[in-house]
């Protein structure tokens, strides 16, 4: 397995033989050029999970890539009758790569603010690491991850539910994604503070350097 961050919530997995995109949103460009994709999937509506603006052309440059988004994003983002909806639950495979939809609820921004739908993706491919993207919520935990994306800094978060989440969790390994928001301090800051009070190790991908877990 193979893991680019490329910015924000953005995130390249490449494992078993498919190149799978995960939240192409409008905090970071990085993404807008990539072509060969097997799949492009999407944890909520929020534009920088998804850019309305751009995703024309992504999809239009990947013809052959399964599209795959939370449902609510087909009520907010015209994809042409591409995507498959994703509810918790759901499960589809990308070449020999398998992907699960957990959870369902974006974290609370604010009482007054209405929840929306978010399904974290755990995806799975035979002797790779178990890796998760959770996109915006917390709640979900699912069983068995190597790796996680952490969100590092969110309008729906503080740091002691994110150390709680990680140490729910137990992934030994993770990597920073949601920093858009943060300062260079603010990184520092969040990434000593999980590194050391959960199990999970942060690595620092934002130089969009691939990386592999586990040093493979």
């Known amino acids: 397995m193979q893991i680019t961050h490329l910015g924000h919530a953005a995130v390249l997995v490449e494992a078993d033989g498919s190149r799978i995109l995960f939240d192409p949103g409008n905090f970071t460009s990085t993404?807008?050029?990539l072509t060969g994709l097997d799949a492009i999937l999407v944890t909520h509506q929020h534009p920088d999970h998804i850019d309305p603006e751009h995703i024309d052309a992504l999809l239009d440059a990947n013809p052959d890539a399964i599209v795959a988004t939370e449902r609510g994003v087909l009520d907010k983002v015209d994809l042409g009758g591409r995507a498959i909806p994703l509810s918790p639950g759901d499960e589809l495979d990308v070449g020999n790569v398998h992907i699960e939809a957990v959870?369902?609820?974006?974290?609370?921004?604010?009482?007054?603010i209405p929840r929306i739908g978010n399904v974290g993706l755990v995806l799975t491919s035979l002797g790779d690491p178990t890796f998760f993207h959770p996109g915006d919520e917390l709640d979900a935990v699912p069983e068995g991850v190597d790796v996680v994306a952490v969100p590092m800094m969110g309008p729906w978060a503080a740091m002691k539910e994110q150390i709680d989440f990680l140490r729910a969790l137990g992934a030994p390994e993770g990597f920073?994604?949601?920093?858009?928001?943060?300062?260079?301090r603010g990184w520092q800051l969040a990434q000593d503070r999980y590194s050391s009070m959960t199990p999970t190790r942060v690595h620092d991908l934002r130089g969009g350097t691939p990386w592999r877990p586990g040093g493979r």
Not at 103 to 112: K, L, M, P, V
Not at 176 to 184: K, Q, V
């Open 103 to 112: 959870g369902g609820s974006h974290a609370e921004i604010h009482r007054d």
């Open 31 to 33: 993404w807008r050029n």
């Open 176 to 184: 920073g994604i949601h920093e858009g928001l943060l300062s260079e």
